[in-house]
């Protein structure tokens, strides 16, 4: 798979793969096949966050060999941490396959996901991170970002100064901020901005290395577009056939000098998300995106 350099030096894959859903989406086993199968494909970004997973994703990570782990980009975060659940992780196995049979419910669930925003002091980052390294098994992780609200954090002396000592450390590569939605932030002091984007709601590239979740959240609303309207549908004629790969391609034409994240924990998702990687994408794309979105807009669907 092709590799883009990053200003501090990493070679990694256009695009990474999100661990958001191992350990709670799907049980480990299946989250590691799911992880262990992009990386044999050539996908060296992995993101996951302490939160992750009802907070198992990253010890999911960590079960790779450690040779393997040698040559990842492991992005974790910082702000945000898994709120203990006995009655969650009880549920877990016997709600996936409701969840799975009504993908409809996935973003309730998302937004009673247990997690809880952590203090940002020097004591906590440090053991949050040391935390980190313990669960992935690994002496550095490729990036450290502040994590939904603490991404306003960047700015701050104490939380540079803790920041700047773990990069002199050698325990983490860069630094960025993910903050939940796109804000004005011009977050100089960052190396990596991670934000979500789908074709209906963009975000703006600035001057950091940008990594873009959400991609593929787009899905219903365009299948729905190309549904209801026969100019869209006429529009996308030529390029959104397959309406999950045009999401796909489109993501990343949009960020060709940065990182897309995707996030599936089913393997036939997985195998057409690989089969998209290595292909040369139309620029084409990049006008029938716009214009679909504009039509999107303009007829309220
Ligand atoms: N604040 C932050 O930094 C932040 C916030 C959100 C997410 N993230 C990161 O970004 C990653 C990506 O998350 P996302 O939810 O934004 O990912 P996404 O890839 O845009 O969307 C994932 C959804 O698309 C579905 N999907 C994938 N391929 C498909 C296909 N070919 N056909 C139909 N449906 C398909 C998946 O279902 P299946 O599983 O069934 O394939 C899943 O429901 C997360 O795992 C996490 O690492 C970061």
Known sequence: ?????????????PAGFGCAGLGSRVDARTGLRLLEHAVVNGVNWIDVAPGYGDGDAESIVGRLPAAVKRE???TTKIGLAARPSRLRRMLAPLGRPVVAALPGLRPL???SAGVMAVALDARTVRRSVEDSLRRLGVEQVGALLLHGPAADRIGHD????????????????SIGIAPDAVQPVEAHEADIV?????LFAPAPLGTRFAVRHGAL?????????LRKSAEAKNLARDHASDPAAFLTDY????????????S??????????LARLDRDIDPAILGVGAALARLAHERGL
């Open 109 to 111: 669930l998302r937004g």
């Open 72 to 74: 990842l980009h492991i």
């Open 194 to 198: 991670q934000l979500p984007a789908t």
């Open 217 to 225: 959240r787009a899905l219903p609303r365009l299948k729905r577009l």
């Open 158 to 173: 104490e939380t540079a100064r803790v920041l700047e000592t773990l990069v002199a450390s050698g325990k983490v590569r």
């Open 251 to 262: 993501a990343l034409a949009t960020n060709a000098f940065g990182v897309c994240l995707f």
């Open 1 to 13: 798979m092709r590799r883009l350099e990053t200003p501090w030096g990493a070679k990694v894959s």
């Open 264 to 273: 599936t924990m089913s393997m036939p998702h997985l195998d057409r998300l």
